[in-house]
């Protein structure tokens, strides 16, 4: 039987403004990959979705990114490997304090955004994200874009990886995510989104925006938690898994 792991970006509200769904989506979820304060979240907010991600069973992770609130992460910043090194390290460690206090291991980290998307393709940000992960804590598995520089670099320092995937995203055919800012980057429709998770599941490939077939390894699936339909799409998805078989637990 294959197993898949689902997991969803979540925490990202801060302050009074509300992001998502995160305690109905936690129902059909098995990883949370939650905000650390530096593109979305904040320390309420953190120590709240811990809470609540222990409660119902959903193993725990953290998701840096970029120092960008007003851009939501997704803006690419220049800055050098040392700072990201160490703004990971920072983001990471802010988590893990709340995991502690909670009494819950944390199990994974996720880049969020253009560090995600620059990680895919640039070894020195990727190496400067693995290092950091492994040097707070060696145990953690580090998700990255299927095939990536990241997922190469984990490998490389020691760490468990997980090659990820996307459920609402379309492909370039060297592997990486179409950019948002074009307009054929998101899949709108939920019954297309399924398909593509269960033909990559299934057979390890994707479609890419060309017709090309790729190889895509899919050990995690992303679901967006900040969708308008992402409750239903979340439910919909792990429905469609479970019926053709496919078991759902978290990595690791």
């Known amino acids: ?3 898949v792991d689902l997991n969803c970006d979540l925490g990202e509200s801060f302050g009074t403004f509300v992001v998502g769904q995160d305690e109905l989506i936690l129902e059909h979820i098995t990883s949370a990959n939650i905000a650390c304060g530096y593109h979305a979240g904040d320390h309420n907010v953190m120590a709240k979705t811990v809470k609540m991600a222990k409660e119902k069973g959903v193993s725990i992770g953290a ?3 970029f120092p960008d609130l007003l851009g939501f992460g997704r803006r690419v910043i220049e800055t050098d490997p040392m700072d990201i ?9 802010a988590l893990k304090g709340f995991c502690y206090i909670h009494d819950v291991p944390m199990n994974h980290v996720k880049p969020h955004g253009a560090l995600f998307n620059m990680a895919a393709k640039d070894p020195v940000v990727a190496e400067a994200i693995a290092k950091a992960v492994y040097d707070t804590d060696p145990s953690l598995v580090l998700f990255g874009l299927s095939g990536s520089e990241l997922t190469k670099a984990g ?5 468990t990886v997980a090659n990820e995937v996307f459920a ?3 492909y370039q055919p060297d592997g990486t995510l179409t950019p948002r800012t074009e307009h054929n980057a998101l ?3 939920t019954e297309e989104a399924v398909e593509q998770v269960l033909t990559m599941v299934k057979t390890s490939t994707v479609q890419a925006v060309d017709r090309s077939i790729i190889p895509m390894q899919a050990d995690t ?3 967006h938690g900040d969708g308008p339909s992402a409750l239903n799409f979340a439910r919909e998805l792990r429905e469609a898994l479970l019926a053709e078989g496919v078991k759902i637990s978290a990595v690791g």
């Open 1 to 3: 039987m294959k197993s």
């Open 63 to 65: 998701h840096p990114g």
């Open 85 to 93: 090194y160490h703004f990971v390290i920072y983001q990471i460690s």
């Open 155 to 159: 490998s490389r320092v020691g760490l």
């Open 168 to 170: 609402d995203r379309t």
């Open 187 to 189: 899949i709108h429709h």
């Open 221 to 223: 699936i992303c679901v």
